[in-house]
């Protein structure tokens, strides 16, 4: 960001705040201040356990992203190696493609009935439905990355008699790499606004289960505080994979 | 008579136009002998196939009748005896010239040693005057040092064959004569054998042993042979002086424009 546009979006930002404490202010609902103050009292001790009921909020965090990292990366491995296989078969990628979409277009919170009742485990549950958020996105763009390697790469590849796992790692990944990582990221966060719900929903421990418990509790101010650190998690993994994708970029 | 390195056997390629039943014949019958050491050219207009031809030669595209011959050994499939210089150049966009050029070494001599194959890819690096700029993308690099990578890469694995699929086409004239130099150079310091296909008829004369011309398509074939002689080391300034220079040109030249 260049300087100005920094001024400008911290003015949209403080002007964002007084908009929330003028609708807020004199009602039930939170205001900022309110929330800051909650903040407070839970920073001062992100860590602390004190049972099952109740954890700090940087153990809640750590377990939604641990809940992330795992369904988001076994989803990663299945997609990126379905999507360079079925990427090779034109008809066949063509043929599914039609399906991908549809899978892509479910919310994976409504396979969770579905999942529950099929493998009796909240916690495998949760996984599975992470695991279905994070599928379909990368599964098209590597299909899709890897159908579209200019054909003169595969050439010299075969050319110079490179084996069929030779070419995958040192062509066609990093040839169709950047189109994959758009799909990882895409995926990313579809699997991160997954995991709450799922954690909500299965009471699974977690942000979303803090959520949920803290709206049982009816403190506004709790859950107002929960939603910024799920947007502040998003962001910052969103800005890894930004990261991940400008090493990977090419100009050709 | 000397056996033959590269033999291609009456080789005829059609493609299906969508929507039409009779196939449209690229070109047919083409038959060719090239024997080693041999830098052989076809000069044809654009479309008449000579590039489908080259890649039918790499076994990158197949050939519907007739066949190729390495050695007296039928091929099929693409291979380490044949390298290719694409026109355009086809380097990996992800890896440095230095890599580009490793990539090719390493994949040649699977069993060397890693300091082995860095020695290679240096030899060529300098080889191709590319020295200084070998930790460079190639979309940081003109085309004629992305050509020179090109050049390295296929020359770096000592193949027997090299087929250069019109590799100056993309680059600056200035520069062409450059690079044509040092592949003239790398050519008479190896025994490679070479087949070319360009559409630049100076360009042909001043590196051919043989210029094979090409009618215009659909329906090509090898029309007629032109046999260079003209003593090497040609020099591009004193090579138009040679009292054989315009002749050939002429036919050359007449022969493209249909006459």
Redesign the interface.
Known sequence: MNGRAIILSCSLGCLMLLLWHVATAGSELPTPSAVLKVAREFLRSPFYDAGPNDKGIGILAAYSIGRLAAGFGCASVCAVLLGVWLGRRPILFAALNPYIQILRAISPIAWMPLLLYSVKDSGITAFLVVFMASLWPTLANTAFGVANI?K??L??A?????SPLKTLL??IL??A?PTIVAGLKISMGSAWVAVIPAEALLGSMGLGYFVWNEWNNLSLTSVVFAILVIGIVGVIVDFLFSRLSRR?A??? | MQKALLEIDHVSRSYAVPGKKEKVTVFQDVCLKIHKGEFVTVVGHSGCGKSTLLNII???DRAEEGMVLVNGRRID????D???V?Q?F?L????TVYQNIR??VQ??YPDWEQQKIDERTRAYVEMVNLKGAEDK?P?ALSGGMRQRCGLARAFS?QPPIMLLDEPFAQIDALTRGVIQDELIRMWTESDVTIFMVTHDVDEAILLSDRILLMTPGPGARVAETVAIEIPRPRERKRIIEHERYYSYRNRIIKFLAGE
């Open positions: 200019k003169d790469y050439n010299v075969a050319i110079l008699q490179i040192r062509i990093p040839a790499g990977l090419y100009t050709d | 790499a076994g990158i499939s693409p291979g380490l044949r390298m290719v694409f355009n086809a990996m966009p992800w890896l990539l090719a994949a040649a993308l979309a694995v």
